[in-house]
């Protein structure tokens, strides 16, 4: 009898996993963005190309701005997929690997231009429909699939760099920034993508180059206000995209508060602090992965990244991720196609 109720287990859960990820209809994602959802585009020998990056995962560095896996990898996994292929790999990759979709995120990129000549949302949307042309995917292929567009950070840091860190403007920029995504969100809707999901910008006041400034100890409630009024702009801008539209094709994943939840359930833990970069330069004049002339280190690095939320002065760790997607994990029954 008990070997009979094993047997009956093991196929109903089996039976289950195969309905949740073929039910939700989605066969690709399409990722843009930034550093958040990067999983190999920037280019080679800087970024989360360098050592320490991806000691967690792979165990090398590969690509991603953290000690492993990033918000994309989770969302993949959420659908039952792979994580899709850089766009920047896509020649050497096995055609196999392009059935899952494929990411255009660039780090450091913006929905304007931001720090360099990075490749903004615009521009990834052309790769996309360069993808088209090169007949790597049809038409056929965005009706079920998914994108997921994860950017906004960098334009307010960008923003304010270049107005000589005056920020009292920002409002009007955060207004002319939701513009231009809509219309990006707009046009990846118009090639067909069914399901776009849109993330809110992450509490900029909490992460760890903003918290540095009260020694890790708050959060910066200045930044975390420019964060929470570009997200109400965001969330008017995808009501109104919505009602105008035949059927809901943009959902929220509300990063905001999901990073949020983390830190504060984290806050006055004795293990760790949760604002704290688990790799950090020696000093503020060093980040991450540095090395002088010689080659020597000029960071270090805690003593367990899985206990951490943050890897670096940005980016969360492979830990601070996987925490954050749990967060999220509810709500993305939504994307179902």
């Known amino acids: 009898m008990k070997l009979f109720f094993f047997f009956f287990f093991i196929v109903f859960f089996s039976f289950s996993t195969i309905v949740s990820t073929e039910a939700c209809g989605v066969k690709k994602l399409f990722v843009f963005g930034d550093s958040y959802v990067d999983t190999g585009n920037f280019m080679d020998g800087s970024g989360g190309w360098i050592v320490p990056y991806g000691i967690t995962f792979p165990g090398k560095p590969a690509g991603r701005f953290s000690d492993g896996r990033c918000l994309t990898d989770y969302i993949a996994s959420f659908f039952g997929q792979k994580s899709p ?45 360069q993808t088209l042309r ?21 334009d307010y840091t960008a923003f304010y760099e270049k107005n000589i860190k005056d920020i009292r403007h ?3 920029f955060a207004v002319s920034l939701i513009d231009q995504l809509v219309i990006d969100i707009k046009r990846i809707r118009d090639l067909g993508v069914r399901k776009i999901a849109v993330t809110t910008i992450e509490p900029q006041g909490c992460v760890p180059v903003s918290a540095a400034e009260f020694a890790y ?56 602090n949760p604002l704290k970069p688990c790799c950090e330069g020696i000093t503020s004049n060093e980040t991450c992965g540095m090395v002088d002339e010689n080659g020597i280190k000029m960071y270090k ?20 991720w996987h925490r954050i997607y749990s967060a999220l994990k509810s709500s993305l029954h939504r994307l179902y196609i």
Request: hydrophobic share 35%.
């Open 301 to 320: 690095i805690c003593d367990n990244p899985k206990l951490s939320i943050f890897w670096d002065r940005v980016h969360p760790s492979q830990n601070g």
């Open 170 to 172: 920002w409002p009007a």
């Open 217 to 272: 100890k708050s959060c910066n409630e200045k930044w975390n206000n420019v964060s929470m009024f570009h997200n109400q702009k965001l969330r008017e801008a995808v009501e109104k995209l919505n009602n105008e539209a035949d059927r809901s094709t943009v959902d929220i994943v509300d990063l905001y508060r999901a990073m949020m939840s983390v830190i504060k359930r984290h806050s006055g833990s004795s293990k760790f």
């Open 85 to 129: 292929v850089p766009f920047n790999q896509r020649s050497s990759a096995k055609k196999s690997k392009l059935q899952n979709g494929m990411n255009f995120a660039y780090g450091g990129s913006g929905v304007f231009n931001t720090f360099e000549n990075f490749p903004n949302i615009t521009v990834q949307i052309d790769h996309l429909q």
């Open 134 to 154: 090169e007949q790597m995917y049809t038409e056929n292929d965005l009706h079920s699939s998914i994108a997921l567009v994860s950017v906004g950070g960098n």
